[in-house]
């Protein structure tokens, strides 16, 4: 029977401290029977023999022990170390790597024209004016200053710049780079507020989701700004303050430069009467087929139509109907009847809630190491690992080259710069679409993943075309 792969990508649950090092807990998502018996080989090369139990709901495996807290703000800013992160708002696509740069760039193609930098890192500013050193492990005391370099603004004849925030926010198992943008909004021209979030600066242990109520899970986009140009009008949602509409024109201020200017604006409704006097009425969850929650923005700008026909002048309101998505995006806006407006937001902080999660069986999988473990090997399975298993008369076969030794071998012909391909992200089983941005002639390629991720020097074994592209 040929060698088979596995993707045990599921809740990975490695030996509590105590257990015999030489034995693995997994949980596998699958619907099969119990087994036992089945051989198994790491990456490193380390051979187990692993057995699988009765069935359970994905919701009853117990969370692995929470790592040690950092203890001083430093240290936890420190797990964004070479950690960059990509949001496309629309047209323009903006990137922030960590205490390196902001830049915001059009990309066509291979093709990335205009490219602008919004500023280079200079300095970390806490609140209370203490270092970072000195500082207790909150992510919300931070803020990073990119002020160095930026491209010219001509409206103001200054340099851009940015000021980046951060955020704990719970993991969304389908990422595979799990820090990202939360937003990118320009509050004065040529001025940038970037929010970063990742699961790396949260220093409390995760909180059960799946038992967390809609409200409690939203919470997170609190001060969160969500904006949508369509045409002449611009459109911005503020989780928990407000909706409105409105557009903006770059005039001359009296020392002659420019700046931006609100010409027209309308409240489209808000949500401060309803925090006044907390209620669960205005955040309802619609289950389903297609799950939604549903928030109510009400009291805007009066109607300038009699709705009704009743003589009443009745307000704008909005209600904004949020899904589970990989980023906080506004992705569209209806006015479904006179003055009432339906905003579709997809954000990742709901996809733990109950009504976006389907509670799959799964089978926990114990595996007892035939070979000695050394603790180096044992530090090297990970969450999300990938494992090879094969049948007993394959067991003599196990010289299977490793990805980190593949050959540079060219690949084929449409394999280009700009070429729509898929590729095999760290080596992993699993392939994830994407474009060529660089070949360094010797088999290898930069990928820049359409997901926001980028990857150097991939193999080209690695790497297959996608359907079109092939010569």
């Not at 495996?61 to 936890?76: I, R």
């Not at 088999?443 to 079109?468: C, F, H, W």
Request: proline share 5%.
């Amino acid at each position: 029977m040929p060698r088979l792969h596995a993707a045990v990508a599921a809740l990975l649950l490695l030996a509590a401290a105590g257990k015999d090092p030489r034995e693995l807990t997994l949980e596998l998502l699958s619907s099969r029977e119990s087994w036992s018996g089945m051989k198994m080989v790491s990456r490193s090369g380390a051979r187990y023999e692993c057995s699988a139990g009765e069935a359970r709901l994905a919701s009853q495996v117990a969370q692995k022990t929470p790592d040690k807290k950092p203890e001083t703000l430093t240290t936890l800013l420190s797990a964004l170390d070479g950690q960059c992160a990509k949001l496309s708002q629309g047209w323009w696509t903006y990137e922030w790597c960590h205490r390196r740069h902001v830049r915001q760039f059009h990309a066509q193609g291979s093709k990335i024209d205009p490219d602008w930098s919004l500023g280079g890192y200079s300095r970390t500013v806490v609140k209370g004016n203490l270092g970072p050193q000195d500082a207790p492990a909150d992510p919300a005391l931070a803020r990073d200053v990119f002020d160095q370099k930026g491209q010219i603004c001509h409206e103001t004849n200054t340099l851009r710049q940015t000021n980046v925030t951060f955020k704990c926010c719970e993991p969304d198992k389908r990422r595979r780079h799990r820090t990202y943008l939360v937003s990118v909004d320009e509050t004065s021209l040529c001025n940038y507020e970037v929010v970063v979030c990742s699961p790396s600066l949260c220093t409390q242990p995760e909180p059960q989701k799946r038992n967390a109520s809609a409200s409690e899970l939203l919470k997170a986009l609190d001060g969160t700004c969500l904006q949508r140009h369509e045409g002449w009008w611009s459109f911005e949602l503020c989780y928990g303050t407000h909706a409105r509409q409105f557009h903006v024109e770059t005039v001359e201020a009296s020392d002659g430069r420019k700046k931006a200017k609100v010409a027209a604006e309308f409240s489209l409704g808000d949500r401060m009467e309803k925090r006044r006097k907390p209620s669960t009425s205005d955040v309802v969850v619609v289950e389903g087929d297609e799950p939604r929650v549903e928030v109510t923005y009400e009291g805007g700008t009066a109607c300038d139509v009699d709705v009704e026909g009743d003589g009443v002048i009745r307000k704008r309101s909005t209600t904004a109907r949020l899904v589970c998505g990989e980023t906080n995006a506004l992705v569209s806006i209806v006015e479904d009847r006179t003055c009432h407006y339906l905003f579709k937001v997809t954000t990742p902080v709901l996809c733990g809630h109950a009504a976006f999660v389907k509670d799959e069986p799964t089978r926990p999988v114990t595996c007892v190491a035939l070979d000695p473990v050394e603790d180096s090997e044992e530090e090297e399975v990970e969450e999300e690992d990938y494992y090879d298993y094969e049948d007993d008369d394959d067991e003599e076969d196990e010289e299977d080259e490793e990805d980190e030794d593949l050959p540079a071998v060219r690949g084929p012909p449409g394999l280009k710069v700009g070429a729509k391909i898929a590729a095999r992200w760290k080596g992993g089983l699993v392939y994830y679409p994407g474009r060529v941005v660089s070949d360094h002639g010797d088999g290898s390629y930069d990928i820049d993943y359409d997901d926001g991720d980028t990857e150097d020097n991939v193999p080209a074994a690695l790497i297959k075309l996608q359907r079109g592209e092939e010569l």
